[in-house]
Each structure stands twice: as structure tokens, then as C-alpha cells.
């Protein structure tokens, strides 16, 4: 199986930061690596696919980047809403992993 | 707009198969675009996939649980179930159905239903 580790886990904010969240593969998976959002007693919610690309109806301060096996999620300006735990996930084989997750909390 | 859907019993005896059905509403589960799939979540911990499978039949595992987990699809039903035995404490966890695009993202989910194994 492939392994995703994201950096950090736990992040201290407050509202109108920026913020970046890694997420490094364990090998290379082109740029299949998908972002979501969870708040706390919900299903998670995607954010971002293809590494880059927005999904439709998401807002536009989320965006993320890809270096290699290094991936990024940047929120540009913190929200209340934003105040959630962040996964990341590959599908670069049929064998689907996550990251162990990020939670963003408020300093 | 996708909308998904968990039901089955929410306690499970240690020994036992877990049973859970996704009803899908707003669309066809014949649609050749999605793979319909399971992940789950622990108490307090990330998230796990399961298993995915398209409506014709193609199949995907996570490899440390694929002994003990049968995907299947009901067309006529427009549903999809998720059946997991000799659960133990550990498969105490949120169960979520979900769709993936072409086995990718994860982008419609249901709301989860907490499953305990207990006895």
C-alpha cells in the first residue's frame, strides 16, 4: 500500500490566516491526490482532486499544489467554517489510502 | 445531486457479520461513471477504505480487510451493500457509503451510522 503522512497534526489558527497543510506519498502518484474537509460529526467533504483542481462549489481560498511526492493544501484566509480536520487520500492504485488527518484548531 | 443513504443494525455481537445497505436517491447506481464504496472511522481516528465496486461487477479491496468483506450491488434496488463477519471491538467505527469517480475521490457521502460490536 502506498502511505500518506501529513505534517502537521494539529495546526493552531486563528481567523484570517493563512494555512498550509503537507501531505507526503511514501512513492510517486502523479498528481492523484484528493483533499477533503471533515467538521466534527459530519462526512468529509472533497475539496480538491487531481492535487490542483477545485471541485465545484468549493470556495476559492482553497488551493493546492504538488511537488513531487509532496503535496499542499493552502487555505488562504481562515473561515469559521474552516475550523475542521483535513485528509488527504491517493488513487493512484485501486488500493485507496488516506493521511491520518490534520485537524485545524482555533488559537 | 447524489444523495446516499446508511441503514443496518447499529450494535453487532463480536463474532457476528455487520449487514449495512446504501440506498441511492437522485440518480442511477447503473451509472457507469462511479464506483459505489465503503470507508469507515474508528472513535476518534481517520479514515479507512473498504471497498469499492461498479455497478458491473469490478471489485476493489483494501487489502487487511478483503477476507472478510463482500461488496455487492442491487440494481433493481438502486442500492448497494456492505457485509463484513467475525467483526471484533475493532471494527467499532462509522460507517460511511460513498461514490468514487472512477474509484478516485469520494465525492458524494452518506451522513454515517455509528456500528458497535459488543456483546
Keep these: 500500500d502506498i502511505q500518506m503522512t501529513q505534517s502537521p497534526s494539529t495546526l493552531s489558527a486563528s481567523e484570517g490566516d493563512r494555512v498550509t497543510i503537507t501531505c507526503r506519498a511514501s512513492q510517486s502518484i502523479n498528481s492523484w491526490l484528493a483533499w477533503y474537509q471533515q467538521?466534527?460529526?459530519k462526512a468529509p467533504k472533497v475539496l480538491i482532486y487531481k492535487a490542483s483542481s477545485l471541485e465545484s462549489g468549493v470556495p476559492s481560498r482553497f488551493s493546492g499544489s504538488a511537488s513531487g511526492t509532496e503535496f499542499t493544501l493552502t487555505i488562504s484566509s481562515l473561515q469559521p467554517d474552516d475550523f475542521a480536520t483535513y485528509y488527504c487520500?491517493?488513487?493512484y492504485t485501486y488500493s485507496l489510502t488516506f493521511g491520518q488527518g490534520t485537524r485545524v484548531e482555533m488559537k | 445531486q447524489l444523495q446516499l443513504q446508511e441503514?443496518?443494525?447499529?450494535?453487532?455481537?463480536?463474532?457476528?457479520?455487520?449487514?449495512?445497505?446504501?440506498t441511492v436517491s437522485g440518480g442511477s447506481i447503473s451509472s457507469s461513471s462511479y464506483y459505489w464504496g465503503w470507508i469507515r472511522q474508528?472513535?476518534?481516528k481517520g479514515l479507512e477504505w473498504i471497498a469499492s465496486m461498479?455497478?458491473?461487477g469490478t471489485t476493489y479491496h483494501n487489502p487487511s480487510l478483503?477476507?472478510?468483506?463482500?461488496?455487492?450491488?442491487?440494481?433493481s434496488k438502486n442500492h448497494f451493500s456492505l457485509k463484513l463477519s467475525s467483526?471484533?471491538?475493532a471494527d467499532t467505527a462509522v460507517y460511511y457509503c460513498a461514490t468514487f469517480y472512477s474509484n478516485s475521490y469520494a465525492n458524494f457521502?452518506?451522513?454515517g451510522t455509528l456500528v458497535t460490536v459488543s456483546s
Aim: with cysteine.
Design chain 1, 39 to 41: 467538521a466534527p460529526g
Design chain 1, 89 to 91: 487520500q491517493q488513487y
Design chain 2, 7 to 22: 441503514s443496518g443494525p447499529r450494535l453487532v455481537k463480536p463474532s457476528q457479520t455487520l449487514s449495512l445497505t446504501c
Design chain 2, 42 to 44: 474508528p472513535p476518534g
Design chain 2, 54 to 56: 461498479s455497478y458491473s
Design chain 2, 66 to 75: 478483503k477476507s472478510r468483506v463482500t461488496i455487492s450491488v442491487d440494481t
Design chain 2, 87 to 89: 467483526v471484533t471491538a
Design chain 2, 109 to 111: 457521502w452518506g451522513q
